[in-house]
């Protein structure tokens, strides 16, 4: 199908699914959209394609700044704000021929699990339970996932903090890809906690989701956290330099065999497993004790960054400011704040100020940092390729091998989509045990691929479909990551 054919089919399904109200603000002018699927046709009849996403319409979630569209983040303090620059990303698929197919809704400012958190209202999973039963589309770059499973674009950009993408993936059914730490620059990217951010790409296949990355990786001046040309270099190095087999050594970490795994989900780990064993790989136990440590200090460090990164939004300098006067207290920006920020993000701006109040940053901040080491020093200890960017590298040790392993595998949240209603009767801080299997990823800045595994047992689409499986590597080793989850696909899709 053409390029032109596949945008025309995305415009007709950004209107057939609008009540899933995956977007904030789709295209303005839809024939110049067309116009310019249209001229990458040709570019491609000429063997003249900028990329091999040259012409693909990709959406933006609406915490990356764009020109052309108002930048909310879901919220109403940045109701109408739009930015007077682009993104680096956006700049960057743009140069690779790209077309911005809109921006997509999410949980505001990016803190939640199932995209509930938007002013413009919450976003609706296309799948359902057996009782006809809305399910959570995952969060925050829920809007991205659904407009990528329901063929609204052929690719997104999202932003994982502590699973924003790869949960929303699992959930709706596609992939999800965060990719190290550093890789893919941050500039024009709305900060929520600025060490985990991390923008990501959600997609239909493994394939769809490198050629993305590829386009917007690289190094970027103007973001302070970008990794360095040397540092890139330093990382082919070591990768290019190891030696495996074509066998791959696949840890299995059995903290992430939690009492809250899922009988389905269960089953879709095994199966993967399995199938990893007939390709030739070898299974293998591996340990990360401080992964049951890791999601308390996610949830200390991340509202600790987003607390400091929120206090610039007064209506002064950024914002939508409120007529109401601003008396409480005696601040002045009182009664804007409290309007403009909804609970979950009053919630968390209250937490990390908290945590970083003289009487507790001893007792949270600090020992939240600790507990973050020992889990990036867990990763490096099970596997077999040496942190590239660590002087005086750990020895890796798995449970029964000393040689360490390739990757890991375990799944990507420990149930099917929970109900609406489920996620509307469960107390805040419940909704965040969703995210206990990504967020040491997430703390150790590892490259994480979650796929979906299809079920052939009766009746579990009516469970939530397939399950999302997760796949880790080591810092810097996106390109092995991507390069399994390529393998998984053509197991789906029967290749």
């Given at each position: 199908m053409s390029l032109l054919r596949q945008a025309e089919a995305c415009l007709k399904n950004?209107?057939?699914?609008?009540?899933?109200?995956?977007?904030?603000?789709?295209?303005?002018?839809?024939?110049?959209?067309?116009?310019a699927a249209r001229a990458a046709d040709v570019r491609h009849e000429r063997k003249a394609g900028l990329s091999p996403i040259d012409g693909n319409l990709i959406a933006i979630k609406d915490n990356i700044c764009t020109v052309d569209s108002t930048t909310t983040c879901a919220s109403r303090i940045l109701n109408d704000y739009t930015s007077p620059f682009p993104a680096t990303v956006v700049e960057r698929l743009r140069d690779a021929g790209a077309i911005a197919a809109g921006k997509t809704n999410l949980d505001e400012f990016g803190m939640g699990s199932h995209s509930q958190y938007s002013y413009f209202g919450s976003v609706k999973n296309l799948k359902q339970l057996a009782e006809s039963a809305e399910v959570s589309p995952g969060g925050s770059s829920g809007g991205s996932a659904v407009a990528v499973a329901t063929g609204q674009c052929q690719s997104a950009i999202g932003t994982d903090t502590g699973g924003?993408?790869?949960?929303?993936?699992?959930?709706?059914?596609?992939?999800?890809?965060?990719p190290s730490y550093g890789l893919v620059s941050r500039w024009g990217v709305v900060a929520y906690a600025n060490s985990l951010d991390t923008v990501g790409v959600l997609a239909g296949d493994s394939t769809s989701a490198k050629a993305v990355f590829d386009a917007i990786s690289g190094y970027d001046e103007k973001d302070p956290t970008s990794l360095s040309g040397a540092s890139r270099s330093r990382i082919a190095d070591a990768v290019r330099k190891r030696t495996r087999n074509a066998s791959l050594r696949i840890g299995v970490p059995h903290q992430y065999n939690i009492s809250e795994l899922s009988s389905p989900v269960r089953q879709a780990w095994l199966?993967?497993?399995?199938?990893?064993?007939?390709?030739?790989?070898?299974?293998?136990?591996v340990s990360l004790p401080t992964t049951r440590h890791a999601l308390s200090a996610y949830y200390v460090l991340a509202p600790a960054e987003a607390s400091s990164n929120l206090a610039k939004y007064d209506?002064?300098?950024?914002?939508?400011?409120?007529?109401?006067?601003?008396?409480?207290?005696?601040?002045?920006?009182?009664?804007?704040?409290?309007?403009?920020?909804?609970?979950?993000?009053?919630?968390?701006?209250?937490?990390g100020a908290y945590s970083l109040s003289a009487e507790a940053m001893e007792n949270?901040?600090?020992?939240?940092?600790?507990?973050?080491?020992?889990?990036?020093?867990?990763?490096?200890?099970v596997f077999a390729l040496p942190h590239p960017l660590k002087a005086a590298p750990s020895t890796p040790q798995s449970d029964d091998d000393p040689h360490g392993v390739d990757i890991l595998v375990c799944p990507t949240a420990p149930t099917a989509p929970p109900s609406l209603e489920t996620v509307r009767d469960q107390a805040p801080t419940d909704a965040y045990m969703n995210d206990v299997l990504t967020v040491p990823?997430?703390?150790?800045?590892?490259?994480?691929?979650?796929?979906?595994?299809?079920?052939?047992?009766?009746?579990t689409e009516r469970a939530g479909g397939p399950v999302g499986m997760q796949i880790i590597g080591q810092y810097g080793d996106d390109a092995l990551v991507l390069e399994v989850g390529r393998m998984m696909d053509r197991w789906r899709f029967g290749g």
């Open positions: 950004q209107q057939t699914y609008k009540a899933l109200n995956a977007f904030i603000a789709r295209p303005r002018d839809a024939d110049a959209l067309l116009q924003s993408v790869r949960l929303p993936a699992a959930y709706t059914g596609i992939v999800g890809y965060k199966l993967t497993l399995d199938f990893l064993k007939a390709q030739g790989h070898t299974i293998h136990p209506g002064i300098r950024y914002g939508t400011r409120e007529d109401d006067p601003d008396i409480a207290g005696g601040v002045l920006y009182a009664a804007t704040r409290g309007k403009g920020f909804g609970d979950e993000v009053k919630r968390r701006i209250l937490l949270y901040f600090i020992q939240a940092q600790k507990v973050r080491r020992l889990v990036q020093e867990d990763f490096d200890q990823a997430s703390l150790a800045g590892l490259p994480a691929l979650s796929v979906p595994v299809p079920l052939e047992e009766e009746g």
